[in-house]
């Protein structure tokens, strides 16, 4: 009753059990524990079909997670699901059969912004608490999403704003750290992030 996400975990909960139990038309107990419980059901499903694909597709895997979280606010430990546009994802092949994949099995899910815009985000957040290859990655890769967090924060800013040069990252471990985020994680990081970091750059030379 507290949990506003256990419905639809429920759901896709007994969707697996039938699955598996088709043939008896009957669900137990012991499916249901063989599952893992309705967070086992959700790690379990997404490791099979990861372990579905080519390891090419595979490969992209951890680079869609990254797109797909935001740092929560509750904790610096937490992390929450956001959409993202299908088509700043689905940039190559192997991009668009990871994300197939994945919403085929409803562990994405795929709506509709108020632009009309495609968008793709988790379908399940216990998905990122509960699948270990997923959180064991976005472990190793905090400190990097609470960076772009900041920094793409400050640079919408700095758009609504008009630019204002006030507004870019002061020299130090600001702009540092962000440097060094445009250094190693281009290709996880939005144009207009990479516009303002550049631009603080050039204000400081």
Known sequence: ARDSSALPLLEFT???????????????????????????????????????????VQATLPAVLRALVAPGHGSKYSLVSRRVPVDSLAVTEENKALLDAFTGARLLV????????????????????????????LDEDREFLQTRERVAGAAYHWRQEGRLSDLLLARGKPLSEALDMVARWRGDLTAEVIEYVEASARKET
Not at 26 to 44: C, H, P, S, V
Not at 112 to 135: C, F, K, M, N, T
């Open 14 to 56: 007994l969707d697996e059990l039938f699955m598996r139990q088709a043939e008896d038309k009957i669900l137990t107990f012991a499916a249901y524990r063989e599952l893992g419980g309705i967070e086992g059901a959700l790690a379990r499903r997404a490791e099979e079909v990861y372990g579905s694909l080519a390891p090419a």
């Open 110 to 137: 795929t709506d509709r912004a108020g632009d009309s815009r495609a968008v793709v985000g988790v379908a399940h957040e216990a998905l990122l608490r509960h699948w270990p290859r997923a959180r064991q990655w």
